[in-house]
C-alpha cells in the first residue's frame, strides 16, 4: 500500500512529499539496522517517505536525522532528552513526543505504510503489537517480538491481514529462498552462523575473554548487545525461536550450521532433497532493502560478491557444550509456554552485566539456566502473563548476577 493522501504539518501547510511513496515508521532509527535503514531510503526517496524516527536515548544523531528526513514525528524514549530535543527542531515541522506510550501511539498513523521494528530486546514488543492492530505491515529486525511472544504476536499479524517481514539476514534468506514454493514441501530449514570472535574457542578460553575481545566479530558490524549474543551464540539461538513463528515449522525442522565466512545466509531444504540458498556479502543494507520494496527487488550500487575472491566455503556443526546458550534456545523452544519469554529476559540482563564487566563471559549461560529453572512456567500465557514474566525473570536475574564471581561461573545459592 501506498500512501496518496497529503500530510497536513503543525504550520498548516500541505506538502506532498508522501504522495505514490511508501510511508515508513523507524523504530529504533539511531541504532545499526535504523541508521542502515536510512542508507537505503536516502538512495531511494523517490520511493520511500519517512514518517516517524524513534531513538532510546541518542538524542544528538536523533536530531540530525530528523533534520535531514523531515519526518512528521521524532520519539525520543528517554524522557529527560525530551526538552533537548524539542529545542533543537523548534524551528523544523517535525513534532517532538517523548515516551514508549508515544510511540505505541504514533504507529497506529493512518499515514503509516510499514513499521521497521529496530529497537533493541523486549521493548519492541509493544509498539510492534500496536502497529499490527492498526494493519501496518512490519520489518522485523527485533527477533526478541517472536521470541518472547511468537504464537500471541503471529495469531494478531493473521487476524489483521499483516505481513511480518524479516530484516534479520538469515531470515530475509529463507524468506527468499521459500518465494513461491509450498509450505507443505519444506523438509528442514538451515540457520548459518559465522560461529563469531570465539569460533572453535575452548571452555577454559571462553572464561577469561573480555569485553572488548567480545565485540570484535569477524564479519559484521552491529550493536553491542546482538554482537555479544553472537559471540555467545544466543543470537543464532533467538533466531532459532524466531524461525518457528515466521516460517510455522516445528524446533525438530530447524538446523543450525557453522558457516564462518557469512556468504551463505541460510537455506532451505525440501522433501525432494533439493536445497536452496540465498548468498551475498554480510551486508544488512540488502534484507532491509528487501523487507521494505517487496515483493519488488530495487536495483542498487551495492558490493557485489564473486566466487573468485572465496575459493573455500567452509561448514562446522556448532559446539553446544561450550557454547550452552544455543542448547539452551533449542531447549526453551521445545518446552514452549512462557519459557522463550524467560530465556529472552535473562539474557539481556546477563548480557547487560557483561558489557558492565560484573559477570564473566560464561557466567552469562549459568544466569539463563537458573532463570529457566526458577521461573514460574506458563504454558499458554497471554500478554499479561509475558510482561510479568519479563519483569520476573529481569530482577531473579539482577539478584543472580549479584551473587556471582566474575571470573568462573558457580552462581551462590
Known sequence: MYAKNKITLTNNTTIKQYDNKKVIAILGSTGSIGTQTLDVIRENTDLFGVFLLTANSNADLLIKQALEFAPEYAIICDKTKYKYV???????????????????????????????????????????????????????????????????????????????????????????????????????????????????????????????????????????????????LMNKGLEVIEAKWLFNIDADQIDVIVHPQSIIHSMVQFHDGAIMAQ????????????????????????????????????????DLETFRNLALAFAALKKGGNMPCIINAANEIAVAGFLGETISFLGMSEVIEQCMQQINFVARPVLEDYLNTDKETRIFAQNLIKKMPLKGTTVLT
Not at 113 to 126: R, S
Not at 154 to 177: R, Y
Not at 178 to 194: N, R
Request: charged share 20%.
Open 86 to 232: 524539542k529545542d533543537a527542531l523548534i524551528n523544523t515541522n517535525v513534532k517532538v513526543l517523548a515516551g514508549i506510550e508515544a510511540i505505541n501511539d504514533t504507529v497506529t498513523h493512518p499515514d503509516i505504510d510499514i513499521v521497521l521494528t529496530a529497537m533493541v530486546g523486549f521493548a519492541g514488543l509493544e509498539p510492534t503489537i500496536a502497529a499490527i492492530k492498526a494493519g501496518k505491515d512490519i520489518a522485523l529486525a527485533n527477533k526478541e517480538t517472536l521470541v518472547v511472544a511468537g504464537e500471541l504476536v503471529t495469531g494478531l499479524a493473521k487476524k489483521h491481514s499483516v505481513k511480518i517481514l524479516p530484516v534479520d539476514s538469515e531470515h530475509s534468506a529463507i524468506f527468499q529462498c521459500l518465494a513461491g514454493e509450498q509450505a507443505s514441501t519444506v523438509e528442514k530449514i538451515i540457520l548459518t552462523a559465522s560461529g563469531g570472535p570465539f569460533r572453535g574457542k575452548s571452555h577454559d578460553f571462553l572464561n577469561n575473554v573480555s569485553r572488548a575481545d567480545a565485540l570484535k566479530h569477524p564479519n559484521w558490524v552491529m550493536g553491542a548487545k546482538i554482537t555479544i549474543d553472537s559471540a555467545s
Open 279 to 318: 548468498m551475498g556479502l554480510p551486508d544488512m543494507k540488502l534484507p532491509i532493502q528487501y523487507a521494505l520494496s517487496y515483493p519488488t527487488r530495487l536495483k542498487n550500487n551495492f558490493k557485489r560478491f564473486d566466487f573468485i575472491n572465496y575459493s573455500e566455503l567452509t561448514f562446522e556443526k556448532p
